[in-house]
Nanobody, 118 residues
Framework: QVQVVESGGGSAQAGGSLRLSCGVS????????MGWYRQRPGAQREFVAF???????DYAEFVSGRFTISRDNAKNTALLEMNSLTPEDTAVYYC????????????WGQGTQVTVSS
């Protein structure tokens, strides 16, 4: 069973930056989509960003140009660079991997905490 592993996160001041990394436990020939979701305290999990193997990206509206997702297809890793953080970005961030385009099922990481203080 492939596992998704996140790293990075931690604490930052408002206006600061953090970087999240995502990888998988096995070497795969390809991964269709790697993305990030988050769950803020008391809220449901929400979409943040994704990047396909072809380089297509999409972001949630609240990102407003502050976050950048990138991938290394050869290494099956994804990065989420987060800038201009606000306390409203405080959440557990989850990496989500969709291996095949023809299948909608996802594999989730365990999550990594991001805390932004004012």
């Amino acid at each position: 069973q492939v596992q998704v592993v996140e790293s990075g996160g931690g604490s930052a001041q408002a206006g600061g930056s953090l970087r999240l990394s995502c990888g998988v436990s096995e070497r795969l020939s390809s991964i269709y989509e790697m993305g990030w979701y988050r769950q803020r305290p008391g809220a449901q999990r929400e979409f943040v960003a994704f990047c396909t193997s072809g380089g297509t990206t999409d972001y949630a509206e609240f990102v407003s140009g502050r976050f950048t997702i990138s991938r290394d297809n050869a290494k099956n890793t994804a990065l989420l660079e987060m800038n201009s953080l606000t306390p409203e970005d405080t959440a557990v961030y989850y990496c989500s991997v969709r291996i095949l385009k023809i299948r909608a099922d996802r594999i989730w990481g365990q999550g990594t905490q991001v805390t932004v203080s004012s």
